[in-house]
Structure formats: C-alpha cells, structure tokens
C-alpha cells in the first residue's frame, strides 16, 4: 500500500485565488504611493534645505578666490588679484574672507580710503590678522584717522615680542601724536633688531632724518643706513632709498657751523670784545661752536686792522653717495620703469643744466 505525504492540505479557505494581475497591480500602487512619499520628503528637504547649502557652496567658492587673490598679490600681479578680489565679493558680498583681500588689495596700491573702509568691516567681523592690521595701520595714518590707527598699534604692542615692523609702525604713530622722543626710540629699536627687514630699516631710518637735526649724530647715522640701501640693488628697499635720494627730500647730514676763525676786528691799543651766540638749528640741537659776531667799534686814531678768515659755511660733508651716482644707480636697477629713469634724468639737469 503506497505511503501518504505527510505535508499537510491545504483548506480550501486558505486557498489565494486572487488574480496574479491584481496581486501585481496592489504592488505597483504601493511603489508609487512610496514613490510620492520619498519625492515629497526630498522636495520638501530641498526646498529648505538648498538656500543653506548653496550659500555655503558660494561661501566656499568664495573664500577660494580670496585665497587667489592673496597669491596674486604677494607675487604683485595687481590685474589678476583685482579680478579674483572682484569675483569673491560679488560671490558672497558678506564673506569676509573677501573684505580682507580687497582690503589687502587696496593697500598695497595705496588705495588708502577704500582701504580703511575694508579694514573697518573686517574688524567689526573680528576677523582681522596681525598682517591685516598693520595694513589697518598704514591706512589710517594716510587718510589722518590717528584714533583708529592707536588702536591697532596697542594691540600690536600688546604682544610678548613686537616685531620690527610693530616697532616701527608705533613709532610713526607717536610722530603723528607730535611725541618725537617717543617715535625715536621706537625707530632706533627698529635700527637695532637684527629681524629688521630691508623696508623696516628704511622706514626707520627715515623717519629719524624727519625727526632730528642734519647737524645731529642720529641723522648722520640714519643717513649712512639710507645710503648703504640704496647701494645694493638687491635690497628690496633699494629703489625706495634711491627715490628719496633722487628727489632730495632729505637734506645729507651737515657740518657745525663757524669752526674755524672767522671774523675779527683788532686794535693795536685796546681790542674790542665779540659777543657769542649759538645758532639755532632745526630740533634744538647745538649747531657746534660759536660763531664770532663783530661788535662796532670806537675809533680813537689809533690803527685798526681788520682780519678777515673764511667762514666755515653749512656743508654737506656727510654725503658719501654722490647725486651722480644716485642718478646712475638708480637708472641701471633691475627693478627701475620709466617713471626712475626719468627721475635720473631729473637729478643729471640738476647736476648740469647744459644737458
């Protein structure tokens, strides 16, 4: 007798008899009910979620152009910097990323006003650096807001270990707050820091010439460090150190006047005293010895003689770089446009007007 399986039978209740078109037709109902659902939460995330996002994405793209810029700018290339700096601001006008190079921008082609408008919302954006600062500096002083360049130089100062070019930047702020004392020191710390760059020693230098006597020692020595930038063409500060020379904007260090005997009035009875006065020289410095005034004198028939010696007029005896060879140096530097040759051109008519 054949064996029965033993998987059980199905009741007839439990039968599907549901049409396998209509099993396939619910299936197709629920995918697309799914399929609205997944689309409505993707829309609905999209449209709240995109502005962020795309502002982010610009933000970004943005703060990349501004990082551009400041290559293009390091390396001078001021078309090229201009347009990344043009294309990150009006990518996301609020980024500050952007503020920063046109700021940046505007200072190194002097452009001071716009300039300190960047730098001041940079710095409502509390995002400015210790480079950008100094920027802040230089443009405040050149548009005359002294207040607003004090502020950066006290946080400048506020540092463990200024650098030179902090030093350098209070001393021209204390020369504007008419504190000479004050700048000279900081121009002379600047002189002696061996971290001192190139531009540094220049600015530094310069100042003292504007802040003390040609007759002083300062000067002279201040004047010798002009000269020795302006020898090496090199120095990136060279062809400002030629320029200053080129339009004598400073006078070269002087001699004291009246060091040798100058005028005197003898009699063969009773000679006739002189009275002494110092001459007053530019940063009350001491011009040196006393320079003999004759006082009239009373004749009595008695014979005078009058002896006349040379007068030790002011002299630029501490110029050691001829205006020639500003001239020549000036023309031959690897570094020098049309606007230097013309200059030495200038100081050769200068020189000998016959040309």
């Known amino acids: ?16 008899l549901t049409p396998p078109e209509e099993i396939r037709a619910r299936r197709i109902r629920w995918l697309a ?27 970004w793209q943005s703060r990349r152009l501004a990082r551009e810029a400041f290559a293009l700018i390091d390396q001078q290339k001021w078309s090229e910097a201009n347009a990344k700096t043009r294309d990150a601001v009006l990518l996301r006008p609020t980024e500050p990323e952007a503020w920063r190079a046109a700021g940046r921008l505007a200072s190194r082609i002097s452009q001071w006003p716009t300039a300190l408008d960047w730098w001041k919302k940079v710095d409502e ?19 005359g807001e002294v207040t607003l360049a004090a502020k950066q130089v006290q ?23 008419n504190d000479p004392v004050l700048a000279i020191d900081y121009a002379e710390r600047v002189l002696a820091d061996e971290r001192a760059k190139a531009y540094e020693i220049a600015s530094a230098a310069t100042l003292v010439l504007s802040l003390t ?36 904007q400073a006078l070269p260090p002087m001699s004291a006047i009246g060091r040798n ?14 009275s002494a006065a110092p001459p007053s020289v ?9 320079l003999q005034h004759p006082t009239p004198a009373t004749q009595s028939g008695d014979t005078v003689t009058l002896n006349l010696a040379p007068i030790s007029p002011s002299s630029p005896s501490g110029r050691a770089m001829s205006l020639t060879e500003v001239a020549n140096a000036l023309e031959n530097h690897p570094d020098a ?4 040759k013309l200059l030495a051109f200038e100081v050769r008519v200068r020189q000998d007007p016959a040309l």
Not at 2 to 11: D, E, L, M, T, W
Not at 166 to 174: E, I, S, T
């Open 1 to 16: 007798m054949p064996k029965r399986s033993s998987r059980a039978v199905p009741k007839k209740a439990d039968l599907d």
């Open 33 to 59: 009910f799914l399929s609205v659902l997944v689309i409505c939460t993707l829309g609905a995330g999209i449209y709240f979620g995109a502005p962020p996002v795309g502002r982010e994405i610009k933000a």
């Open 125 to 143: 954006a509390g995002r400015l650096t210790l480079e950008d600062r100094r920027d802040y500096i230089a443009a405040a002083l050149a548009t």
């Open 155 to 177: 946080v400048l100062m506020a540092q463990s270990a200024p650098e030179a070019i902090d030093l350098m930047w209070a001393g021209q702020l204390a020369s504007r707050q």
């Open 213 to 248: 006597s040609p007759y002083s020692q300062r000067y002279a020595e201040a004047w010798k460090r002009i000269e020795d930038v302006a020898r090496d063409p090199k120095n990136p500060a060279s062809l400002g150190a030629l320029v200053l020379l080129a339009n004598e």
């Open 261 to 274: 005997t100058s005028l005197s009035i003898e009699s063969t009875h009773a000679p006739s005293q002189t």
């Open 282 to 290: 530019a940063g009350g410095v001491d011009a040196g010895p006393m």
């Open 337 to 340: 446009r049309p606007y230097h």
